[in-house]
């Protein structure tokens, strides 16, 4: 399998400042990248799709003013939560794929997760 | 369009085999696969490309009915350690891989 990690892993911050979370793929070129975000016993919401180079294509609902995605290299992406509130606590998870090489069939790895904490 | 993970919650004593469906009332490109135990992470399992795919590795297998728009997850022998929540993930065209996920199986292993 391949390797993706996050960081930070938890992050606490005030309401109405901005929060960056990384998403790195450690052993492999990853084309395709996503932001999920979970809450507590449920299931994994798809937010965003973020490919190398270009825009990222946001789910129906998802502001993206508001979660601001930027995808510069082959092997990172962030989330920028910006201006967070309560509401925005969750739990924040990425993956990382590689459609176009032949190492991988199209899985999806995911990191490690990222706890969000908006007082 | 979610799929439908069935059942929602399942508790096995160790050594015993359980069954997970996952249905889709769309047409499927691929399932996949993923167990996440509390706190952590989704692991990837299997993936289950288009074409009546089977798949395993130890005692945990997978198997795709595309026609039937549903794929199920075979735990035999279940052990301590595949306690965790069980997830399908959808995707229902190539190249894009973007994934549905179900709402999740709970699976419970005790001594």
């Known amino acids: 399998g391949a390797v993706v990690s996050q960081h930070p892993s938890w992050v606490i911050c005030k309401s109405g400042t901005s929060v960056k979370i990384e998403c790195r793929s450690l052993d492999f070129q990853a084309t395709t990248m996503f932001w999920y975000r979970q809450f507590p016993k449920q299931s994994l919401m798809l937010m965003a799709t973020s490919n190398e180079g270009s825009k990222a294509t946001y789910e129906q609902g998802v502001e993206k003013d508001k979660f601001l995605i930027n995808h510069a290299s082959l092997t990172l992406s962030t989330l920028t939560v910006t201006s967070a509130h309560p509401e925005d606590s969750s739990f924040y998870i990425c993956?990382?794929?590689?459609?176009?090489?032949?190492?991988?069939?199209?899985?999806?790895?995911f990191g490690p997760g990222t706890r969000l904490t908006v007082l | 369009q979610q799929p439908v993970q069935s059942p929602q919650a399942v508790i096995l004593r160790e050594g015993e085999d359980a069954v997970i469906n996952c249905s889709s009332s769309k047409a499927l490109y691929s399932v996949h696969w993923y167990r996440q135990k509390h706190g952590e992470a989704p692991v990837f399992l299997m993936i289950?490309?288009?074409?009546?795919e089977q798949k395993g590795h130890d005692k945990i297998s997978a198997s795709f009915n595309e026609k039937k728009q549903q794929s199920s997850l075979y735990l035999t022998a279940s052990q301590l350690s595949y306690s965790g929540t069980y997830f399908c993930?959808?995707?229902?065209?190539?190249?894009?891989?973007?994934?549905?996920f179900g709402k999740g199986t709970k699976l419970t292993v005790n001594p």
């Open positions: 289950l490309l288009k074409g009546g």
């Open positions: 993956s990382a794929t590689d459609l176009a090489g032949a190492k991988f069939h199209n899985e999806q790895f």
């Open positions: 993930g959808t995707a229902t065209q190539g190249g894009s891989e973007k994934l549905v």
